[in-house]
Structures are given as C-alpha cells and as structure tokens.
C-alpha cells in the first residue's frame, strides 16, 4: 500500500509561475523526500527534508514539513519548461527496515512555454 | 562513470516465460532496491536487499525472485506465476539513510 498522496494528481502553469504540490502520509516519519521523473525514466532525487525540519531550500526549490498535520509541500518558483515532470514525495517509517521508503502517487506537473 | 544501469531498456516476452531484468550499480551502496511502477501510478516495492546474501520481500513480491550475489548486481527475475508483469521496473540504490539513486528503468510487456 501506498503511504503517501499528492495533491493535485496534474497541474499545468505558464513558464515563470509558481507550482505548488502537496503530500500527505499515514505513519510517522524520520525523513520525507521528493523526487522529479521525467517521461519513461527513472527517479531523480531533489532534496530530503528530516522530522524536525520544518522548511528547507534548494536553489527555486521550496519544502516544508508538518508533523502534526503529516503533510508536506514543494514549492518550484520560477517555473520553466523543463521542470515538466511528475514530483513524486518518498517517506521512511519509523521503526520500518532502514531506508525502505514508501512513494506517493506522483504529481504531473506540465509547464507551458 | 559512477551510477546505476539497467538493462535492457525495453523487453518483451511471452505470457508463461520467466525473464531477468539487470541491475548494475558501481556506487559502493549495500542497499539496493527493485520497485514496479504502472501507469499513471507511485512506485512499489517488489524486494529489497541490505547486504550481500540477504534480501526481503516488499509489498508485491508475489511472482518475482531475486538474487544479492555480489554487491554491484541485483537482478529481478519476473516469473510466469506474476500475474500482471507488464510494467515499468526500477532499480535502485542507496546508503543506510538518505537518499535513493535509481537506474534508467526497463519496460516490460509481455503478451
């Protein structure tokens, strides 16, 4: 089963808006990822934020993490045309086997040009 | 090169044929990981090894074997008793914590 949902399932911007995703999760965690693939290939890492971040960035990259609530969001500003991907967001359980995640059903982010 | 590779990229096969997908990886990670993707859907987990010589089941090991004979290699072997094999197969490979490094993906179809 899967933990963890995305929100919206596709979402299609202009070039230069922002692209906001969210992610929701059952259990408690250590750590939640986020990850980008493009069509056909695999899982490119983008940033891991820890339980007791709250927010963290990476370069146009936004994440932040609430616990109490078990959600996530990804924020891409400044969107381009190669960011169309879909976004998916990764969780570890606590107490689960090291480092087996469980991934969300994916965002399909489409930038127009 | 450092990374992880599989191969081949596409494959097909006939209903009842069992069929090995390969993965390489040359990271230095103890963890590898095989996950199945459908369409429009997440990944899930089909195996998982730790180290050499040991492997777990995942959430949908029915019909796949594996084998962790060496630390670079994990290949999945997709049996005829996996009832529904066409899919999207991913490799990976990682440190005890952190971050997943994933292969290039094969696509199955099998008719």
């Known amino acids: 089963s899967q933990q963890g949902e995305e929100d919206p399932q596709a979402l299609s911007i202009q070039e230069g808006e922002n692209a906001t995703m969210n992610c929701s999760y059952k259990t408690s965690i250590n750590n939640l990822q986020w990850y980008r693939q493009n069509s056909g290939r695999g899982l490119v890492h983008l940033i891991l934020i820890r339980s007791n971040e709250r927010e963290k960035h990476s370069g146009r990259l936004r994440v932040t993490l609430d616990t109490s609530k078990k959600s996530s969001s990804l924020l891409i500003t400044a969107s381009r045309a190669a960011d169309t991907a879909s976004y998916f967001c990764a969780t570890d359980a606590i107490g689960g086997a090291t480092n087996k995640l469980i991934f969300g059903t994916g965002t399909l982010l489409a930038v127009q040009p | 090169d450092g990374g992880i590779t599989q191969s081949p990229k596409y494959l097909f096969r006939k209903e009842g044929q069992n069929v090995t997908l390969s993965c390489e990886q040359n990271l230095n990670h103890d963890a590898m990981y095989w996950y199945r993707q459908d369409p429009g859907q997440g990944l899930r987990l089909i195996y998982y090894?730790?180290?050499?010589?040991?492997?777990q089941k995942g959430d949908i090991a029915e019909g796949y074997s594996v084998s962790r004979e060496k630390k670079e290699s994990f290949p999945l072997t997709v049996t005829s008793a996996q009832k529904n094999p066409t899919a999207f197969y991913l490799c990976?490979?990682?440190?005890?914590?952190?971050?997943?490094?994933f292969g290039p993906g094969t696509r199955l179809t099998v008719t």
């Open positions: 990976a490979s990682g440190p005890p914590v952190g971050e997943q490094y």
């Open positions: 090894s730790q180290i050499v010589n040991d492997f």
